[in-house]
């Protein structure tokens, strides 16, 4: 299937690791010139060597904090016009209501949250002065599965699903598509990281993160292209007919339904 992406220009947030590397990588692998923010200026400086090493195309890095006040315009400026823009950048951290405290939740959200609706903001407008664009929000099944020892992420990925939404249901008349994608547990170090806190949580060890992978569908995270792939599709022209959808990649995790 021809994609037809060859010279787009894509802006990626929290390119610099993980699920958004992985974005990078296949966007350049059909033709997509890149931007690439991230506050780790040594991974962003590897990946874009990387890039350019296989793939013919432009990688601009913009290495800074879009927390910080006025950042998401700075990053906007420096930038310019693109094609698509993935929201990527975040992580909220996990546990239980009294495990985050109001610090930690504000600042998880003012990077996620906020900065999904702030770049959103600026670059629908920049999309809208051309009656084209494509804005993806990685957000997370988290907002699907109501867990308590992820009370924060979940809190915060359900409002970016329902924003994804509001923003995407009229979005075609400016000639722009909004889409969400919710990964599930996904093969990144954040998992991991994630898990061995679970795991020391519930099981009293962090080495003993393994057996909580056994429960997750096929005994196995998702492998990160499984989610760039369907990233850059819902991107690409063959996707063109949606907008304010969420598309959700957990195995089906947040399809369970039982009472047993």
Known sequence: MQLELGGKTALITGASQGIGEGIAKAFADEGVNLHLTARNIDNLERIKSEIEGISDVTVMLHPLDITQSGGCAELAEQVGDVDILVNNAGAIPSGNLFDIDEAAWRQGWELKVMGYINMCRLFYAKMKSKSEGVIINNIGNGGEVFDPEYIAGTTGN?????????????????????????????????????LKKRALSLLGEESRYMELV??????????????????????????????????????????????G
Not at 171 to 189: Q, Y
Request: proline share 5%.
């Open 214 to 259: 056994e429960s997750f569908p096929m005994g196995r995270p998702a492998h990160v292209d499984e989610v760039t792939s369907l990233i850059v599709f819902l991107a690409s022209s063959r996707a063109g007919y949606s907008t304010g959808s969420i598309y959700t990649v957990d195995g089906g995790i947040s399809s369970r339904r039982s009472i």
């Open 158 to 194: 359900a409002s970016l699903m329902a924003f994804t939404r509001a923003l995407g249901g009229s979005s075609l008349k400016d000639g722009i598509r909004v889409m969400g994608v919710n990964p599930g547990p996904v093969k990144t170090e954040r998992i991991i990281t994630m």
